[in-house]
C-alpha cells in the first residue's frame, strides 16, 4: 500500500475569501475598492493608505458571523475532492483572536469537510507543525516551514484573482496557483 503525503492547508486565501470580505469592509469605511493589485506588500494592513483603519477594520472582522460567512474561493471544493484522493489533508489556520472567530470557523471547516478533532489545527506558528507539504499564501509561513523542515515542501500559494507575481521567497519553496499542481505534487511524493 502506497504511503500517501499528508498536507496542511491554509484557510484564508486557499480555501476562504478572506480579502472579498476585507476590501469590503475597508470600502465601507473609506469608500474606496481595492484589490489585491493596489498593494505591493502581501499584508496589505500595513499599506499607509490602509494602516490608519486598521483597528476599525479588525473590528469589523471580528464581528458575529463574519468568519462564518467567508465565500469559498473558486475552484475549492472540486480541488479538495480531487485532493482528498490522494493525500490525507488537515487545516493549519491562523485567527483572529475574538469570541466568536474560532468557533465560526470551525463550523465553516466542518461544512467544507473537515473533522474537527483530527483535521484542524489552529496556530500562527506554523513552523511547529508535522506535514510532508504545507500549503500557504503567506511568504513568511512558507519560508519559516522550509527553514525549520528543509526536507518536507512548502508550497506558496496565489489566490485566484490576485494578478501580481509570486511574492519572493527563499530558494526551495514551490509555488502554484492551482488544484492540478497540488494533486500533482501529491502524486510525485506518493511511495
Ligand atoms: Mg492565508
Redesign the pocket.
Known amino acids: 500500500m502506497p504511503r500517501r503525503p499528508t498536507f496542511a492547508l ?5 480555501l476562504a475569501d ?1 480579502n472579498k470580505s476585507t476590501f469590503q469592509i475597508i470600502e465601507d469605511l473609506t469608500g474606496i475598492r481595492y484589490t489585491p493589485a493596489d498593494f505591493s506588500e502581501w499584508n496589505y494592513f500595513r499599506d499607509s493608505r490602509i494602516n490608519p483603519h486598521a483597528s476599525a477594520i479588525w473590528d469589523r472582522i471580528k464581528e458575529e458571523g463574519r468568519c462564518l460567512n467567508y465565500s469559498v474561493l473558486p475552484g475549492v471544493r472540486e480541488g479538495l475532492s480531487r485532493l482528498r484522493e490522494v493525500a490525507n489533508l488537515f487545516v493549519c489556520t491562523s485567527v483572529v483572536k475574538s469570541r466568536n472567530y474560532v468557533p465560526e470557523r470551525i463550523v465553516w471547516l466542518e461544512r467544507m469537510g473537515f473533522d474537527f478533532k483530527t483535521e484542524i489545527v489552529f496556530t500562527y506558528n506554523k513552523r511547529l507543525i508535522c506535514a510532508d507539504v504545507l500549503v ?3 511568504p513568511k509561513n512558507v519560508d519559516f516551514f522550509k527553514a525549520v523542515h528543509p526536507d518536507k515542501v512548502a508550497v506558496l500559494w496565489r489566490t485566484p484573482g490576485d494578478t501580481r507575481d509570486y511574492f519572493p521567497v527563499t530558494e526551495g519553496v514551490e509555488k502554484a496557483d492551482d488544484w492540478d499542481t497540488l494533486v500533482a505534487l501529491a502524486r510525485r511524493l506518493t511511495c
Open positions: 491554509d484557510c484564508d486565501g486557499l478572506f500557504d499564501d503567506e
